[in-house]
């Protein structure tokens, strides 16, 4: 054979060694024909990366199906907010090149017009509304319902009755004769998504209730079926769970479990802050890592797992700061400024701005009502002397 | 789809929080479906945040003839068998994609109601057994050794359905996938 020949042979051969993934499919349910098996050798002779899908799909078809997929949506938002961000940065440089035309006509205006010059409005003129019930409920076909609009809206489907009343999003499962049997029962989820300035309470099919706070998403299913009742949430909710010893009720936040029998406990974990806080008031919880150990948590204790190192960390606290929220009042002890406007920037949809660091370490301790006007509660800060207040549009200033 | 085209241009302003409930919803369920064709989860997950990157940086561009998240799943699903075209795999039956749809059959969010259907219509079609079998395997997702001794049969019968079922299934979806 010529070198030309040979070299021609090894040409077909490289791409001969595509394969059509029907022989994969057949090598693992029936059988193969040799020329099936011919192929199916040169394809895996190849290269190694063949080798290795192949050993995947052969786990996946020999492998009793899926395990839970809980993704890591923190790390996943920031490799994508990275991303997005840094040709952001080249965008943004082009529009402040534009901007600088702009803001020389604003100059010459305002220097027309000093009287009408923005100033931050003082702290008797700062109002915000408290939140109020409001989400939007998204359906597993993706359609959505405002729910701080309508009022007493009666949801009915094969399988249940959702019922929205005095704030209150309510689950029932339909009586066995009212439902329409259908041949293949799905799982399916359904998700309320809470924005800033808004809360939500919730009641599941199995009994359970949830308040869900501001800035906040929690994904369940219509219905509890299988051996466990699973959530997801992010954000914070404060859940009272209806006891059932055959059915544990586990939360996912991330890679984080909080799992349950029946009890009453309050779960914090945004995004944006590196800890899961898990404060338990009574009954019994466990929490973990997908797939780690199981930390307990007694009631009167907290569980402040760290997002970053994955470590866990029991301290005994005074439950009733962590969960106030949930009876309409904000009881602060000792909490650092900087905490304090977080909480309250969710509340009130509004945004603080620290003049300078020292500020947001001042600590203060309050017992103060949820749903009054902010101006309230900056007024009782602002009594402290230590801090003033001023504002403009939504942004609030700490001087 | 109305809400669809209102979200496509908030993104097109730029506005990250659209954006990111978006991501929020569907992330999960767009990696376990990328997972379906590529049977790796790192990789899964990295083609599901370029198919969004990409949704960013050209959402001027896209013109939606169906939901989002329809988009969102055709752009991961060509992404994946891209991806399978580097290891010289094709998947010329649609075997992948009928395992990634029926797999969808368990899941909430259907991404493609219509396929969806279709698919659940050309199930009620098998024979009784062989529908039996399908459902244990992909809604109960029991094992084959599960299913047979579930009904009774060997596991020799209940592959020999399985794989009846898909050649019928095809035939049934070819209507729609052309």
Same mark, same amino acid.
């Given at each position: 054979?010529?070198?030309?020949?040979?070299?021609?042979?090894?040409?077909?051969?490289?791409?001969?060694?595509?394969?059509?993934?029907?022989?994969?499919?057949?090598?693992?349910?029936?059988?193969?024909?040799?020329?099936?098996?011919?192929?199916?050798?040169?394809?895996?002779?190849?290269?190694?990366?063949?080798?290795?899908?192949?050993?995947?799909?052969?786990?996946?078809?020999?492998?009793?199906?899926?395990?839970?997929?809980?993704?890591?949506?923190?790390?996943?938002?920031?490799?994508?907010?990275?991303?997005?961000? +840094?040709?952001?940065?080249?965008?943004?440089?082009?529009?402040?090149?534009?901007?600088?035309?702009?803001?020389?006509?604003?100059?010459?205006?305002?220097?027309?017009?000093?009287?009408?010059?923005?100033?931050?409005?003082?702290?008797?003129?700062?109002?915000?509304?408290?939140?109020?019930?409001?989400?939007?409920?998204?359906?597993?076909?993706?359609?959505?319902?405002?729910?701080?609009?309508?009022?007493?809206?009666?949801?009915?489907?094969? %399988?249940?009755?959702?019922?929205?009343?005095?704030?209150?999003?309510?689950?029932?499962?339909?009586?066995?004769?009212?439902?329409?049997?259908? +041949?293949?029962?799905?799982?399916?989820?359904?998700?309320?998504?809470?924005?800033?300035?808004?809360?939500?309470?919730?009641?599941?099919?199995?009994?359970?209730?949830?308040?869900?706070?501001?800035?906040?998403?929690?994904?369940?299913?219509?219905?509890?079926?299988?051996?466990?009742?699973?959530?997801?949430?992010?954000?914070?909710?404060?859940? +009272?769970?209806?006891?059932?010893?055959?059915?544990?009720?586990?939360?996912?936040?991330?890679?984080?479990?909080?799992?349950?029998?029946?009890?009453?406990?309050?779960?914090?974990?945004?995004? #944006?802050?590196?800890?899961?806080?898990?404060?338990?008031?009574?009954?019994?919880?466990?929490?973990?890592?997908?797939?780690?150990?199981?930390? %307990?948590?007694?009631?009167?204790?907290?569980?402040?797992?760290?997002?970053?190192?994955?470590?866990? #960390?029991?301290? +005994?606290?005074?439950?009733?700061?962590?969960?106030?929220?949930?009876?309409?009042?904000?009881?602060?002890?000792?909490?650092?400024? %900087?905490?304090?406007?977080?909480?309250?920037?969710?509340?009130?949809?509004?945004?603080?701005?620290?003049?300078?660091?020292?500020?947001?370490?001042?600590?203060?301790?309050?017992?103060?009502?949820?749903?009054?006007?902010?101006?309230?509660?900056?007024?009782?800060?602002?009594?402290?002397?230590?801090?003033?207040?001023?504002?403009?549009?939504?942004?609030?200033?700490?001087? | 789809?109305?809400?669809?085209?209102?979200?496509?241009?908030?993104?097109?302003?730029?506005?990250?929080?659209?954006?990111?409930?978006?991501?929020?919803?569907?992330?999960?369920?767009?990696?376990?479906?990328?997972?379906?064709?590529?049977?790796?989860?790192?990789?899964?997950?990295?083609?599901?945040?370029?198919?969004?990157?990409?949704?960013?940086?050209?959402?001027?561009?896209?013109?939606?003839?169906?939901?989002?998240?329809?988009?969102?799943?055709?752009?991961?699903?060509?992404?994946?068998?891209?991806?399978?075209?580097?290891?010289?795999?094709?998947?010329?039956?649609?075997?992948?994609?009928?395992?990634?749809?029926?797999?969808?059959?368990?899941?909430?969010?259907?991404?493609?109601?219509?396929?969806?259907?279709?698919?659940?219509?050309?199930?009620?079609?098998?024979?009784?057994?062989?529908?039996?079998?399908?459902?244990?395997?992909?809604?109960?997702? $029991?094992?084959?050794?599960?299913?047979?001794?579930?009904?009774?049969?060997?596991?020799?019968?209940?592959?020999?359905?399985?794989?009846?079922?898909?050649?019928?299934?095809?035939?049934? $979806?070819?209507?729609?996938?052309?």
């Amino acid at each position: 054979m010529s070198f030309r020949c040979a070299l021609l042979l090894r040409t077909t051969c490289e791409v001969n060694s595509k394969i059509d993934y029907h022989i994969l499919w057949k090598y693992f349910h029936s059988d193969l024909s040799e020329q099936d098996q011919q192929e199916l050798d040169v394809w895996l002779k190849s290269s190694s990366k063949h080798r290795a899908y192949f050993e995947n799909v052969k786990k996946k078809y020999s492998e009793n199906n899926l395990v839970q997929y809980n993704p890591d949506m923190e790390t996943a938002w920031r490799n994508i907010s990275r991303s997005i961000n +840094k040709k952001r940065n080249i965008r943004w440089q082009i529009s402040v090149a534009a901007g600088f035309l702009v803001i020389a006509g604003l100059a010459l205006f305002f220097v027309l017009n000093q009287s009408r010059q923005i100033q931050p409005v003082p702290i008797s003129d700062i109002s915000f509304d408290p939140g109020i019930s409001k989400a939007t409920l998204v359906f597993e076909n993706g359609s959505q319902v405002e729910l701080e609009a309508q009022t007493d809206t009666v949801i009915s489907n094969d %399988e249940v009755l959702i019922n929205n009343s005095n704030k209150v999003l309510n689950y029932q499962t339909k009586e066995k004769d009212q439902k329409i049997t259908k +041949k293949p029962k799905e799982i399916r989820y359904n998700t309320l998504i809470v924005p800033r300035g808004g809360e939500y309470d919730l009641v599941l099919t199995d009994g359970t209730t949830v308040k869900i706070n501001s800035e906040s998403i929690l994904r369940y299913p219509v219905e509890f079926t299988g051996n466990s009742r699973n959530v997801e949430l992010i954000g914070e909710a404060f859940f +009272k769970v209806k006891s059932d010893a055959a059915k544990p009720f586990i939360i996912s936040t991330g890679k984080h479990l909080t799992k349950v029998y029946g009890t009453t406990f309050n779960i914090k974990s945004y995004p #944006e802050e590196n800890e899961t806080c898990t404060t338990l008031i009574e009954g019994h919880v466990t929490n973990s890592v997908v797939g780690g150990a199981e930390h %307990e948590l007694i009631p009167g204790h907290q569980s402040v797992f760290r997002k970053d190192n994955e470590v866990f #960390e029991t301290k +005994k606290v005074n439950v009733s700061e962590f969960t106030s929220w949930s009876e309409g009042r904000f009881y602060f002890r000792n909490m650092s400024l %900087e905490e304090m406007t977080k909480i309250l920037a969710r509340w009130y949809d509004v945004e603080f701005q620290f003049n300078n660091d020292e500020t947001r370490e001042i600590k203060f301790s309050g017992n103060l009502k949820r749903y009054e006007n902010i101006q309230t509660i900056l007024v009782k800060l602002s009594k402290t002397n230590e801090i003033t207040f001023s504002a403009y549009e939504n942004t609030i200033f700490l001087n | 789809m109305l809400k669809d085209k209102t979200i496509l241009s908030k993104i097109r302003a730029g506005d990250e929080r659209a954006y990111r409930e978006l991501f929020n919803i569907h992330y999960r369920i767009l990696v376990q479906y990328a997972d379906r064709f590529l049977n790796d989860i790192p990789l899964a997950e990295d083609v599901v945040q370029g198919v969004f990157i990409y949704l960013w940086e050209n959402a001027s561009k896209i013109e939606l003839t169906q939901s989002l998240k329809s988009y969102l799943f055709k752009a991961v699903k060509n992404s994946c068998l891209n991806q399978l075209r580097a290891i010289q795999i094709y998947d010329k039956h649609q075997i992948l994609y009928l395992e990634a749809a029926l797999l969808q059959l368990k899941e909430e969010e259907h991404h493609d109601t219509e396929l969806l259907e279709e698919v659940q219509q050309a199930l009620m079609k098998l024979p009784e057994k062989m529908y039996q079998i399908f459902f244990l395997r992909f809604k109960e997702e $029991l094992s084959i050794k599960e299913i047979a001794q579930n009904l009774s049969v060997s596991e020799n019968t209940v592959k020999s359905h399985l794989f009846k079922g898909r050649i019928i299934l095809r035939k049934q $979806l070819k209507l729609l996938t052309g």
